[in-house]
């Protein structure tokens, strides 16, 4: 099990941008996949992007040209960048790993409003 620590988050004009980190410490040695999913206010949490140990990336559809997944290994770090927030952006983003054995870690989430 790793402990998870989300930074970056905040208030964010329409059309801005915002890059959200995840540090993992603890058993970080078994981390495979590292990535991120959001939930706003009264909807199901849903599937953001994914970054594997060796960089091969996967998005959601709705999010491929202004998000951006990156990894720093070295500092068992997970980023994302995103640009062209728009007011439906506004969730909760949480920090997910997965390890090689199967099992998966969630951070405890942070806040991202995008409001003028």
């Known amino acids: 099990q790793v402990q998870l620590v989300e930074s970056g988050g905040g208030l964010v004009q329409p059309g801005g941008s915002l890059r959200l980190s995840c540090a993992a410490s603890?058993?970080?040695?078994?981390?495979?996949?590292m990535g991120w999913y959001r939930q706003a206010p009264g909807k199901q949490r849903e599937f953001l992007a994914t970054?594997?140990?060796?960089?091969?990336?996967n998005y959601a559809d709705f999010v491929k040209g202004r998000f951006t997944i990156s990894r720093d290994n070295a500092k068992n770090t997970v980023y994302l960048q995103m640009n062209s927030l728009k007011p439906e952006d506004t969730a909760v983003y949480y920090c997910?790993?997965?390890?090689?054995?199967?099992?998966?870690?969630w951070g405890q989430g942070i806040q991202v409003t995008v409001s003028s």
């Open positions: 997910v790993v997965d390890h090689v054995y199967g099992g998966r870690d």
């Open positions: 603890g058993s970080h040695f078994s981390i495979n996949v």
């Open positions: 970054i594997t140990n060796r960089a091969n990336t």
